[in-house]
């Protein structure tokens, strides 16, 4: 059956956004409105005609609003094939009226518990009766057409008025999907509730995550992939994907990839002093702090700006007209924020390709979370590597202790670092990035990557020596063996942080004993892969 002409429609939504125009539109096509509690309420006061859903049932509302809709003459009404004998004949006998049109939307689960709702309220927004309208409704998707989302009222109404009241099989096959993924998201927000946060349980039996598809991108990490933006349903921490983009063409997957890294990198220093964060595919390749953000912008381009051409920018203050102007020497991709004066926007308007992503508040980089990887056959999941370091936490091991500028570069290079895949050695001084070594298959190879990468940008700026010299060095995990440490030496660095617990610390710890190096262990480390 393609055509169904609509002449009964069931509404009962929590969100009103649009539901009077939506009434009214049905009203005019002569569909006979039948409603439940504050929609119904809603529908009169905006002086439309409504029947109870008690009229139709027989039965009043009860037990708070939970009894309503499960009654036979809603779901025999929904579920009935219209064109078997059996079914029509049943519905002839228990005087059960057909149901064309279901809009629904569910209780704010989610939203509930976002707002941080006590228990008891949490469990009275969990929907019973509308699930079970929507499955009812999809399920006989051939007879009946289910709407869940007010985005898909202006469609509906655009299929009534253009068949003549009646909704196509195509049209009620692309809602049935809709109302199954809905129904889905909402059931795994419930079921991820009752296991992360009433139970208590870190990997539960069974995982399920909603997610709301916002966009597909041109293409994902090659242009042979096909690639979409999602995003949890309801409920989730703001990130890189709730940014607001002000300018520039629409982002690629590896834009977004990118941009994600800077923003996690940068949002470790949002209670800093100015801080930029330049990134090159998910790496960082020139991190600094200053007292203004043009000279943070200066120190970080300055420690590799071979790679820094086509990077993503972020920074944890307002982008200022000066900056935007320094930034704009080069070709850069995305540019991250938490905002930027009318100064720094208007800059950036010159560059029509350059993406301004916004963020407002920079994200906790101390909150929880969980990370998924796909795997051949499976996914692979963990907590969030938010383990932090502070002074506190240090154990010195070598006979000579750091000083405090020492000390403040060891655990600005240690925080950079924890960002920079593995393996990862990174050096700094006076808070920025002198070198860094990354993704290599041993430690030894970073280090001396990162010293060349250091040398080369002095040769470039005109410097006497690279900034390696009197610099700290971290490295992500500990040194297995002394070449790496030695390495280190050999490009200046006066100072060393590492997690230790090699079988080898006491050679790494003499070596940097004779070499006169100053070195303390955090007792963590940041393996990034």
Same mark, same amino acid.
């Given at each position: ?198 139970? &208590? ?37 703001? &990130? ?251 490009? &200046? ?37």
């Amino acid at each position: 059956m393609d055509q169904v002409k609509v002449t009964r429609a069931l509404l009962s939504v929590s969100d009103k956004t649009g539901l009077v125009e939506l009434g009214r539109a049905l009203a005019a096509q002569g569909v006979d409105l039948v409603s439940t509690g504050g929609t119904a309420k809603a529908l009169r006061d905006a002086g439309l005609d409504v029947r109870d859903i008690s009229d139709l049932t027989g039965f009043p509302e009860m037990m708070d609003g939970r009894v309503k809709t499960l009654h036979p003459k809603v779901h025999g009404g929904l579920l009935a094939v219209r064109d078997n004998p059996e079914h029509v004949a049943s519905m002839e006998e228990h005087e059960i009226g057909a149901i064309d049109l279901v809009v629904v939307n569910l209780y704010p689960f989610a939203e509930t518990v976002a707002k941080g709702a006590e228990r008891d309220e949490i469990i009275e927004n969990i929907d019973i009766g509308g699930p079970s309208m929507v499955r009812s409704a999809a399920k006989n998707h051939a007879h009946v057409a289910i709407v869940t989302d007010p985005a898909d009222y202006a469609e509906l109404i655009g299929e009534l008025e253009a068949n003549g009241g009646a909704t196509s099989l195509a049209f009620r096959k692309r809602l049935a999907a809709k109302a199954y993924a809905a129904t889905a998201a909402y059931d795994s927000a419930i079921a991820g509730w009752f296991a992360h946060v009433d139970q &208590g349980e870190r990997f539960p039996n069974s995982v399920a995550i909603p997610m709301v598809k916002q966009a597909e991108l041109r293409y994902g990490e090659n242009p042979h992939q096909i690639a979409a933006l999602y995003t949890q349903a309801a409920g989730g921490v703001n &990130g890189i994907a709730q940014a607001r983009q002000i300018q520039g063409k629409e982002l690629s997957y590896n834009n977004y990839n990118d941009a994600d890294a800077a923003l996690e990198l940068v949002s470790e220093f949002r209670d800093g002093p100015p801080t930029v964060v330049i990134v090159k595919h998910a790496n960082p390749c020139g991190v600094a702090s200053a007292d203004t953000l043009i000279d943070a912008y200066r120190h970080a381009f300055a420690c590799d700006t071979v790679s820094a051409f086509g990077g993503i920018i972020a920074v944890n203050r307002p982008l200022d007209g000066p900056t935007a102007e320094a930034i704009s020497g080069i070709f850069t991709e995305v540019v991250v924020a938490p905002d930027a004066d009318e100064a720094a926007r208007a800059v950036f308007a010159r560059k029509k390709n350059l993406r301004l992503l916004l963020t407002g508040d920079l994200p906790d980089p101390a909150r929880r979370g969980r990370v998924m990887k796909s795997i051949a056959g499976g996914f692979l999941i963990q907590s969030r590597d938010n383990g932090m370091i502070g002074r506190d936490d240090l154990k010195v091991v070598t006979d000579r202790a750091p000083s405090e500028q020492e000390l403040a570069d060891c655990l600005f290079a240690w925080t950079v670092a924890k960002h920079v895949k593995s393996n990862a050695i990174v050096y700094a001084k006076g808070g920025a990035t002198a070198g860094i070594g990354a993704g290599q298959m041993n430690r030894l190879e970073s280090a001396r990557i990162a010293a060349w990468k250091a040398k080369d940008a002095a040769e470039k700026a005109g410097w006497a020596e690279p900034r390696t010299i009197g610099s700290a060095v971290a490295s992500d995990a500990f040194f297995p063996f002394a070449d790496g440490l030695m390495a280190a030496v050999e490009a &200046g660095a006066t100072a060393v942080i590492q997690p230790g617990g090699s079988i080898r610390d006491d050679e790494v710890i003499a070596a940097a004993n004779e070499a006169g190096l100053a070195m303390v262990f955090t007792g963590m480390r940041h393996f990034r892969h």
